[in-house]
C-alpha cells in the first residue's frame, strides 16, 4: 500500500489543522493506522492510532483531548484532527499503516509499522 500524507502547514498556537493521509494499492480497511511525529533532533515518536475496524482509538497523553484520529473507509483516507495546537507539536507528521495487528493492542513503535507516508510539516508559532 502507498500512503500519501498532506494537510501541513503554519498555525498560530490555538489553532488547529487537519492531516489526511491516503491509501492507495490495497484496501486500507484491512490495516491499523498510526500517527507519528518526529522534531528536530528527536526520536520518531507515536502520537496515535486507530484500529482497522475504526472503532478504537488511542492517543498519547501529550495530544489527548486535542488530537483526533479518525477514518473515511470510502476514500481510503485516515485523519488527524489537531485542535489548540501548540509550539511544541511543531514536528514532521507521519502517517503508518500495519498489518497483523492483535485486536484491543496498542502498536507504539516506529518498526511495528509496515507502511509510511511522506511526512507532512506543522508548525505552530508562538
Known amino acids: 500500500v502507498q500512503l500519501q500524507a498532506s494537510g501541513g502547514g503554519l498555525v498560530q498556537a490555538g489553532g488547529s489543522l487537519r492531516l489526511s493521509c491516503a491509501a492507495s494499492?490495497?484496501?486500507?480497511?484491512?490495516?491499523?493506522k498510526g500517527w507519528f511525529r518526529q522534531a528536530p533532533g528527536k526520536e520518531r515518536e507515536f502520537v496515535g492510532a486507530?484500529?482497522?475496524?475504526?472503532?478504537?482509538?488511542y492517543y498519547e497523553d501529550s495530544v489527548k483531548g486535542r488530537f483526533t484520529i479518525s477514518v473515511d473507509s470510502a476514500k481510503n483516507t485516515v485523519y488527524l484532527q489537531m485542535n489548540s495546537l501548540k509550539p511544541e507539536d511543531t514536528a514532521v507528521y507521519y502517517c503508518?499503516?500495519?498489518?497483523?495487528?492483535?485486536?484491543?493492542?496498542?502498536?507504539?513503535?516506529?518498526?511495528?509499522?509496515?507502511?509510511w507516508g511522506q511526512g507532512t510539516q506543522v508548525t505552530v508559532s508562538s
Open positions: 486507530i484500529s482497522r475496524s475504526g472503532g478504537s482509538t
Open positions: 494499492g490495497r484496501t486500507f480497511s484491512s490495516f491499523d
Open positions: 503508518a499503516a500495519g498489518l497483523g495487528f492483535y485486536s484491543g493492542r496498542v502498536y507504539k513503535r516506529p518498526s511495528d509499522y509496515d507502511y
